[in-house]
């Protein structure tokens, strides 16, 4: 084929999908990506219909891209980028990474069986350079046993149809596909002695989620450090998150678990916070040996 009409062709289809419908429901990836862009552009000084005009576009559709609702083409954040004077080519080749994802995750054949939270956060941990959590109360998700998520999904009033808890419990399962496989994901966890204790079923069920925790501990890309009750000092029992590093720091999240639903935090300040509270909880748990050998008293105790 001629690579002239290739590239005519192309240059149709991209046009084409800028003038597709607005996303009725945008991922929370998309929102993030919209998001950057209306920071480079506030940083810039300029409005948005200033940039509209850079784009021979209007502010609305202007507005759609800022807000996840429509996509942007390499070519079109790539001159925005230059017109916002934005010096960083890193973010900004993260960013049109971004905008020209096409493929369709795992997590969308979950789409319409559970809430879209489940699915943001599924594919926040899949683009994730590094995986840092926090866990009080629970076991971490990453870590739970099916017998473990199915029991803690059960317990939620009004309970749920069993179709759903299912979707749950197998959406739960797949998500630790990220430490597995030919690039897992580094992963390091801290762990209150408190989430190890509770018996959301029987100690048979303990037994095997404590068992299933120093399985993965000793996986290469897998950290896991305990806070036992005996410790000094620790006053964080509220510090339960998620921090998923993205392909450049500006594009790290925080999520944020809670009883009706969790959140993710994308301002730098606010990630830098819980950056700084990590590495402060997890100086105050056992060393990674340490974590093992009570892990194993865990078990031997049930």
Known sequence: ??????????????????RMPPRRQPTARQERLGTELRKLREAAGMTAREAAGLLGTNP??????????????????????????????????????MAMERGRGW?????GAMSSGFLDLAELEHH??????????????????????????GYLVPPMPQGEIDSRVAHRMHRRVVLSGDAPTEYRSVIH?????????????????????????????????????????????NCSMLHAGGPVPQLDTVQLDAPLGGGFL??????????????????ASLGVEESRDFLRQMVNEL
């Open 107 to 111: 997590w969308e054949e979950y789409r």
């Open 266 to 283: 994308d301002a730098r300040s606010q990630v830098a916070r819980f950056g700084s509270l990590f590495r402060k909880v997890e100086a």
């Open 1 to 18: 084929m001629d690579p002239s009409a290739a590239s005519a062709a192309d240059f149709v289809q991209l046009r084409r999908r800028e």
């Open 193 to 237: 002695e408190a989430a190890l204790r509770f018996k959301v079923v029987d100690s048979k069920v303990a037994r095997a989620q404590i068992e299933l925790v120093l399985q993965m501990s000793e996986w290469e890309n897998v950290t896991v450090r305990v806070i036992p009750f005996s410790v000094d000092g620790f006053a964080g029992a």
């Open 128 to 153: 994730a350079r590094f995986l840092r959590t926090i866990d009080i109360v629970n076991i971490p998700g990453l870590m739970q046993t099916e017998e473990y998520a199915r029991a803690v999904f």
């Open 60 to 97: 609305i559709q202007m507005s759609q891209m800022e807000s996840g609702r429509a996509g942007i083409s390499e070519e079109r954040l790539r001159r925005l980028a230059s017109n916002y004077a934005c010096a960083d080519s890193d973010l900004v080749d993260a960013l049109v990474a």
